[in-house]
């Protein structure tokens, strides 16, 4: 039954993907926001879905470790794996945007993250800043992107058609499958970790975030072979900032977080590190290339063989 759901997950989280991009894509162009914006917003939000749900039940049912891993970890593949992945199949062009606003807004959320959590806990007060900074910057994009019309007006060259109610249902029903298919596949992953006797924090930092991250990884695949590279980037790093802000932020308002000190140890420091060398790669010609893809794929590797060392 493990090795099933793995497969039905999979195959929802592709059919969910695509029809995400698509609907996103089009809506973008209807209202005149850029295509990143909506990846940083629309696209990052419905993608972590996945992340909101796990993080909410895991913390709501005595399992906090599972829920500051699973975001811990999801940023980490999101940075690593999938940003990594998708560069070595198609070079990703960095909007001018992503450098002057986007990166800075995920490393500041991540190095309060790490201030918030040097107490061992995420409180009621801190998810209200977490979220409110989200709120405001989300306000922020979408303002921003309609001042400026970076929304193309050849939309009709991009094969957009239908009414914009139809675009709506893609985005939901994209959605939904992307939340179902990663609910699948990670019930199908911790079933089979758990048989081999692998602890909440491990398999929240490795099954779990890839599991929760894998709409992330197909709607970026999918996005990059449409040819629409800044949906792949603004979808990353608006869903890290996404897992930040909305995910602990709300779950902390609902219930204290503790914090686990190996995640204070290890996997914190590892974020931060990968998400501060993102940044040279997007200023070199704007384009994060294969090659650096693959040394950001290389990065996650180390971190998952360096994690189970650490865990020995």
Known sequence: MAYFLLVVGLVTLI??????????????YRFRLSTLVVGMTIVSFGTSAPELLVSLKAALT???????????????????????MTAMIWP??????????????????SVLLFLFMLDGELVFYEGGILFTALASYTFFLIWKSRKEGKAKEESEDYGVSGNVIRDVIFIAVGCLALALG??????????????????????????????????ELITSLLAAFRQHSDISIGNLI??????????LGITSMVTKIPI?????NFDIFWVLGVSFIIFPMMLRNRTISRVEGAALFGLYIAYIVALFIYQA
Not at 15 to 28: D, P
């Open 62 to 84: 005595g399992h906090p470790d599972i829920a500051i891993g699973n975001v811990v970890g999801s940023n980490m593949a999101n940075l690593a794996l999938v940003l990594g």
């Open 15 to 28: 059919l969910g993907g695509e029809v995400l991009v698509k609907g996103a894509v089009n809506l973008a």
């Open 260 to 264: 686990n000190q190996d995640v204070m």
């Open 182 to 215: 990663a609910d699948w596949l990670v019930d199908g992953a911790v079933e089979v970790a758990r048989g081999f006797g692998v602890s909440d924090l491990v398999i929240s930092v490795t099954i779990v975030a890839f599991g929760t991250s894998a709409p």
């Open 238 to 247: 608006g869903s890290n900032v996404f897992n930040i802000s909305a995910i």
């Open 92 to 109: 990703i062009a960095v909007d001018r945007n992503s450098i002057r606003f986007d990166w800075p807004m995920m490393m500041s959320m």
